[in-house]
């Protein structure tokens, strides 16, 4: 299983849930994704942060900033948020992620308009990964 999981509002919101689904999807050879729109200069932060959370991963990717978003997201119909979140979806297109956890609605909004065959499910959701 290819799952990908938010940080803010989600991993941090239960990291002990977390933490032994993220550890069980590894140990099963499966591959945890972690994506996030923190900006690329957190980065360090952000691995001491996950390791100090006990979140095992296979990646992290940090989304590019909201400028960038502008011109690599290719939907006119988005609007600059919508453009930044959007980044998460191709993402998990690109990596084939089976799931997505995400407590943004707008999020979820994406990949239910954009990635279909993902199961982006809500923080709310989270046991059914
Ligand atoms: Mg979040």
Redesign the pocket.
Known sequence: MRLGL?????I??DPVFFRERASAVIKNGGEVHVV??RSPEARVETVTELSELGIRYSTLHLLPHMSAAQWLCPHRELDWYQKHMWLKVAYALEYRLDYFV???PK?LALFDRYARGIKALS?LDRHLV
């Open positions: 938010d940080i803010d509002g989600t941090t919101a996030s729109s995400d407590d943004d999020v923080f």
